[in-house]
C-alpha cells in the first residue's frame, strides 16, 4: 500500500508558484520524503528530498511540517515544462501522485 | 551525473517469446537496482529490488520465474521477460541507488509491446 497520498490534479499559471501537498502521516522516524516528476512516457525526474529540516535546490523547495506527518513541494515559478505528474514517495512505494497543469 | 539508461527504448515481440531489457549507471556504482513496471494512466510498480552479486527481492505477486533478473556488475541490471503474453505489455523503468538507500536514479524506460 501506499504510504503517501496526494490531490490527483492541480493547476496552475504560469509565473506562480506552485503548492504540492503530501499527506504521509505513516512516515517512520528515520523515512526520508522523496519527490519526482513524470512526463508522459519518460521515466521519473528527481526533485529534491528531505527527513525533516526544509530544503531547497535550483528546482524546488520542500516544506516538511514539524510532526512529518506532511509535506509541502514548492515550485515558485511554474512554467508549462513543469507540467507533469508528481510523486511524492516514502521508500520505493509509489502513490498516484499529482498531475500539475500548468496553463498560459 | 547520475545518468542512467535503459536500452531497448521500445520492443515489439511475439507472444511466448522472451524479451531481455538492460539498465546501466552510466557515471556511478549502483549496489542497488529497481525494476518497476507501469501500465498506461497508472503509477509506477515496484516489481523487485537487485543487489550486485545476489538474488533479487521480488515483490508480492511479482513472479521471479518469469521476470528474471541478473545484477553482475555494479553499472549494469538486466530484466528478462521470459515467455512474453500480450498482459505483460506495459512500460518498464529501472532506477539506480546513488548515495542514499532510497535516492533513486531513473532510467528512461522500456515500452514493451507482446503481440
Known amino acids: 500500500d501506499a504510504k503517501t497520498t496526494q490531490p490527483t490534479s492541480m493547476d496552475c499559471a504560469e509565473g506562480r508558484a506552485a503548492n504540492l501537498p503530501c499527506n504521509h502521516s505513516t512516515i517512520s522516524g528515520n523515512e526520508y520524503v522523496y519527490w519526482y516528476r513524470q512526463i508522459h512516457s519518460q521515466g521519473p525526474q528527481y526533485i529534491i528530498h528531505g527527513l525533516k529540516n526544509n530544503e531547497t535546490n535550483e528546482m524546488a523547495s520542500l516544506i516538511i511540517t514539524e510532526d512529518r506527518k506532511s509535506s509541502t513541494l514548492i515550485l515558485p515559478h511554474a512554467t508549462l515544462r513543469d507540467t507533469a505528474v508528481y510523486y511524492c514517495i516514502v521508500k520505493l512505494i509509489f502513490g498516484t501522485g499529482t498531475r500539475l497543469q500548468v496553463f498560459p | 551525473g547520475a545518468v542512467v539508461s535503459q536500452h531497448p527504448s521500445w520492443v515489439i515481440c511475439k507472444s511466448g517469446t522472451s524479451v531481455k531489457i538492460e539498465c546501466r549507471s552510466l557515471d556511478f556504482q549502483a549496489t542497488t537496482m529497481f525494476w518497476y513496471r507501469q501500465f498506461p494512466k497508472q503509477s509506477l510498480m515496484l516489481m523487485a529490488t537487485?543487489?550486485?552479486?545476489?538474488?533479487?527481492?521480488?515483490e508480492q505477486g511479482v513472479e521471479k520465474d518469469k521476470f528474471l533478473i541478473n545484477h553482475a556488475s555494479l553499472t549494469l541490471s538486466t530484466l528478462t521477460v521470459t515467455s512474453a503474453h500480450p498482459e505483460d505489455s506495459s512500460f518498464y523503468i529501472c532506477s539506480a541507488s546513488g548515495a542514499g538507500p532510497y535516492e533513486q536514479y531513473f532510467g528512461p524506460g522500456t515500452r514493451l509491446t507482446v503481440t
Open positions: 537487485s543487489n550486485e552479486g545476489s538474488k533479487a527481492t521480488y
